[in-house]
């Protein structure tokens, strides 16, 4: 049985060397592993890193992009790549813990699962960002169409089998999330309580402004209720006018209306500002068909090691 381990690499530099050993020991008991990490064109010098733990190991394989795509972007080039009957997603900041494998392994084939998530016991994050995760998960449940379970415990540390593998490949949209994608694809996983730790090195890449432009980019990607939201919006908007026509008509015919500007600005500021808030959001899902009819390349791939030129060209 072979496993996959699909790790993205950007900004962690210092925490690979440590993250390899302790894969390599946690791996320890499967016949054969491969570590693919995926290099999202780090600054920082992963890719010189990481050239050189390969060296050492020939079952770590390295993908290097040619520009930053993003984490989701890199996940998916991993398992583009990957030849496992099993694949692991994580991170590469040793949150989450790489002794934890086994545990989600035996949770999987224990339950007859094709996707185990981990649940976080206790989220290592500051204040601000865990309110921030909070925000985006109740927003995403609102809004996206995803079957998969969402809170600010869970993320992208997760055991799939091949089948799901093959699936995932088959969604080829840029704007991606990978555990939307899984909801897309399974009506039900699994879950287990893992333990997540502090960042070992480092701070995370995701400022602010990228959490905002990735929750709105992943609920426009993969749902349409902001639409259905929109048309429900737009059905109050002309049902409160219509209430307001009556009133003011009654008030013309009973000799009491009275003309202000006032009331006129405000009704014409409202209307105009949502009328612009739904064409923004038509733009949006415009400018993602667009993208999408283009036929773009997902990623591009500068070099890779360790990978055989029979499975570059698969």
């Known amino acids: 049985m072979l496993l996959s381990v699909v790790i993205p ?24 592993f491969e570590l693919i990490m995926v290099n999202d064109h780090c600054p920082e010098g992963s ?3 990481l050239e050189q733990l390969a060296a050492q190991e020939k079952r770590l394989k390295v993908i290097d992009f040619i520009r930053n795509y993003g984490q989701h972007t890199a996940i998916t080039a991993g398992l583009d790549f990957a030849r496992g009957d099993y694949a692991v997603v994580m991170d590469c900041d040793l949150q989450d813990q790489p002794e934890e494998i086994k545990k989600m392994y035996d949770h999987l084939v224990a339950g007859g699962y094709e996707a185990v998530f981990g649940v976080r016991v206790t989220r290592q994050h500051n204040l601000i960002r865990r309110f921030e995760s ?47 994608v899984l909801g897309r694809i399974l009506p039900e996983v699994g879950y287990i309580e893992v333990v997540h ?82 064409l923004g ?14 036929h773009r390349p997902m990623y591009i791939i500068s070099k890779t090691i360790n990978i055989s030129e029979k499975l570059k060209n698969e």
């Open 134 to 180: 909070k925000v985006f998960n109740a927003l995403y449940r609102l809004f996206s169409q995803n079957t998969t379970k969402t809170t600010q415990n869970i993320d992208n540390f997760s055991i799939i089998t091949r089948k799901i593998i093959e699936s995932y490949r088959l969604f080829r949209e840029s704007e991606r999330l990978y555990g939307a």
């Open 47 to 49: 890719g010189k890193v």
């Open 9 to 32: 690499v950007y900004g962690s530099s210092t925490i690979l060397p440590v993250l390899f050993d302790r894969l390599v020991a946690a791996l320890s008991p499967w016949t054969d």
């Open 197 to 278: 730790c502090s960042r070992y090195d480092g701070k995370s890449s995701y400022t602010l402004s990228k959490k905002i432009r990735l929750a709105a980019n992943t609920i426009i990607a993969n749902s349409n209720k902001p639409l259905i939201f929109a048309v429900y919006c737009a059905l109050g908007a002309m049902t409160l006018s219509v209430v307001i026509g009556i009133k003011i008509l009654v008030s013309y015919f009973m000799g009491t209306s009275v003309s202000g500007w006032t009331s006129l600005m405000l009704a014409l500021c409202f209307f105009s500002g949502l009328q612009m808030m739904f």
């Open 281 to 294: 959001i038509i733009g949006v899902y415009l400018g993602n068909t667009s993208t999408a009819v283009k």
